[in-house]
């Protein structure tokens, strides 16, 4: 039987096993949404490294110091084995040992031996068997063979664990990733991001040559940005941190870095949210036309505030990306279905967040307030973060071992006019289904009719 494997190797190769876990968690979830990694998935990433690297130095250190060990053990037994054939060893007594047991064999080799016997035992008084075979089979029929399960003995079934362990938390931070960001400067509690409030003027020389051209001062005012502190921290006891399989240490750390996550998702797009003022209404969410029209409208509010710049992104609440979805044409169709059809305005997936409703950037995010939906320009709202990661300290006289995970975050928006809302009265309440037979043309697009999604 194999030697039992030390409780600092095991230990060593459950820390191993969890950094390589969360390596290859992180590195397949940007493989499938096909994106760089975020800075948070970047630290932890780091973090799992260091794990993997310090697992690894230390198991290197150990495995040298048992090979040393039963280097030492053989070269024990090599001397003593020398010392025997030359004769130094002669006079040690001879050890007798008991006579090993003959193994019990099987009782019946199959079942047509079991029959006879059992035939033989009990039809005996009429005549089946000799005497002797009558014994033999009795002895066999008679021995006591006691049923041994599991419920015998749960102090030896192990309870297996699957890794990984199974969260329902992710790190992906939809309103953070949709909009520009900064580095977070490095002094001060308070930063200021210079926004243009007047610009200069430009003109005809309305007075003929040599007269005075337009002018006008161009003024640029501070916005104040606040920076934040956000955070956590778990005091773990030595014998959780070494006892348990997967390793507790790599789990907390990776949950403590995707609540900060949420939570500076969740802050910054509240903000966001607040921050924009201007809007246009939009009745019903269950009429294509008046979606259109509120959209269009919208875009031509920002443009008009920025220069002509268009909008690119659409930001939603889930209930508003439900509503969008649902949307379908007179005959039934959807308006913006999964595959490309005639006449569409664009399409959507229940399957993916990855939309282009209307021509526009579609972000989910479930943080926004209930019934968002926002036009505008990504680029004029920021976020600003410096990540600080992991930090640890022992505490020696209780064996505990206190980590955090923190950052330093901020957001703002620049040019909130460069956003519109969408204020929205009536959502849809249920999918109605359609009796109607859609044309053969299999065409998606608007036809002028109402949705045959409505509120009831």
């Known amino acids: 039987m194999p030697a039992?494997?030390?409780?600092?190797?095991?230990?060593?190769?459950?820390?191993?096993?969890?950094?390589?876990?969360?390596i290859d968690g992180i590195l397949d979830r940007l493989n499938d949404e096909d994106r760089e990694p975020t800075e948070v998935e970047q630290q932890t990433l780091t973090d799992a490294r260091q794990t993997l690297e310090r697992s690894q130095t230390q198991q290197t250190e150990w495995t040298e110091i048992l090979e040393a060990r039963a280097g030492g053990d053989e070269l024990r037994n090599r001397v003593h084995g020398a010392l025997a054939r030359s004769g130094q060893a002669a006079g040690a007594q001879?050890?007798?040992?008991?006579?090993?047991?003959?193994?019990?064999?099987?009782?019946?080799?199959?079942?047509?031996?079991?029959?006879?016997?059992?035939?033989?035992?009990?039809?005996?008084?009429?005549?089946?068997?000799?005497?002797?075979e009558y014994e033999?089979?009795?002895?066999?029929?008679?021995?006591a063979v006691a049923n041994q399960t599991t419920a015998d003995n749960p102090g030896i079934l192990p309870t297996p664990i699957l890794g990984p362990v199974v969260t329902a938390l992710w790190r992906v931070r939809p309103f953070v990733n949709s909009v520009t960001s900064r580095p977070m400067p490095g002094g001060g509690k308070t930063f200021s991001r210079p926004v243009v409030s007047q610009h200069t003027q430009v003109?005809?020389?309305a007075g003929g040559e040599k007269t005075e051209l337009p002018s006008r001062a161009m003024k640029i005012d501070p916005l104040q940005v606040t920076k934040n502190t956000y955070g956590g921290a778990l005091d773990i006891s030595f014998q959780d941190r070494d006892w348990t399989d997967p390793a507790i240490l790599q789990i907390v750390i990776d949950d403590l870095a995707s609540e900060y996550a949420q939570q500076t998702n969740a802050v910054a797009s509240a903000a966001f949210a607040t921050a924009v003022l201007a809007s246009v209404p939009l009745a019903d969410a269950t009429s294509p036309s008046e979606?259109?029209?509120?959209?269009?409208?919208?875009a031509a509010n920002v443009a008009a505030q920025t220069a002509n710049q268009l909008p690119d992104t659409l930001w939603v609440s889930t209930d508003v990306w439900r509503a969008l979805g649902m949307l379908s044409d007179s005959a039934g169709r959807p308006l913006f279905p999964v595959m490309g059809a005639q006449n569409a305005l664009g399409t959507m997936d229940p399957s993916t967040w990855a939309s282009n409703p209307f021509g526009l950037r579609v972000v989910v995010d479930s943080t926004l307030p209930a019934k968002t939906a926002i036009v505008g320009v990504a680029a004029y709202s920021e976020?600003?973060?410096?990540?600080?990661?992991?930090?640890?300290?022992?505490?020696?006289?209780?064996?505990?071992?206190?980590?955090?995970?923190y950052g330093y975050f901020a957001s703002a928006t620049p040019k909130p006019n460069a956003f519109c809302k969408l204020n929205i009265t009536t959502m849809?309440?249920?999918?109605?289904?359609?009796?109607?037979?859609?044309?053969a043309d299999g065409g998606g697009g608007v036809t002028g009719?109402?949705?045959?999604?409505?509120?009831r």
């Open 136 to 143: 033999r089979a009795r002895e066999r029929l008679d021995r």
């Open 428 to 439: 849809p309440t249920a999918a109605e289904v359609s009796t109607e037979e859609a044309p």
């Open 4 to 22: 039992p494997v030390p409780g600092f190797i095991e230990r060593l190769e459950r820390q191993r096993d969890g950094a390589l876990a969360t």
């Open 449 to 455: 009719g109402r949705s045959r999604t409505s509120a």
């Open 203 to 205: 003109g005809p020389q």
């Open 291 to 298: 979606w259109l029209g509120a959209i269009y409208t919208a």
């Open 94 to 132: 001879r050890v007798e040992r008991d006579p090993v047991p003959e193994p019990i064999t099987e009782l019946w080799r199959s079942a047509g031996e079991y029959a006879a016997d059992f035939v033989i035992a009990h039809g005996h008084d009429v005549g089946y068997g000799t005497d002797r």
């Open 383 to 405: 976020t600003y973060e410096q990540i600080g990661g992991t930090v640890s300290v022992t505490e020696p006289s209780i064996l505990g071992y206190t980590v955090a995970y």
